[in-house]
């Protein structure tokens, strides 16, 4: 985070919030060049992702952020802008959307190998009970116990180490999703 966001961004006098500017040459550089579609629903452009992340990222979580963009070389088009913030909106529901199916499949299979971490050490207890001890068969108990044990570490791997860097994710976007959008006009 960098520690002088106060000094970088402006903030709204009538909300607190800081004030992440966008300078566009016009409405057309907010999406992705190669996007060429006619939908209401055109990429973004990557770029401007980046750089939106990055900025929300400088910003403290405590503090409120709203989206400025100044369109430098067009009219005032409410069409435009309404078709600018439908693919904004879009975009962060989609990567939230991605982000929660992402962690129903890591929980999914975090439940998966703990369920195999069980069975094993469960099946290693039991054959540990029943077979007579010699060398082959303490050397497959063993390595059914190791495989227990490590199905079971990287269970908790995934549920507790693996998914920080997640969640800053998700919450980048839902606070980006929410964030207000403002237009200027230069030429006005």
Known sequence: MYEDYKQVY?????????????????????????DNSKFDRRDMHPELINYLEDCSKEIPFSEGIAVRFEIESEEKSTEQEQKLEQSFRYYFRYLIRTYKERRKREYRHTAFLAVLALVLLFIANIVDAFLTKNAFSLTV????????????????YALGFHRPGERQKMKEAVRLLEAPLSFVYPSE
């Open 10 to 34: 402006d903030a709204d006098p009538a909300t607190g919030e800081y004030i992440i500017d966008v300078k566009l040459d016009r409405f057309f550089d907010f999406y992705h060049p190669w």
């Open 141 to 156: 108990i063993e390595g059914i116990f190791v495989g227990g044990w490590v199905f079971m570490w990287e269970a908790v």
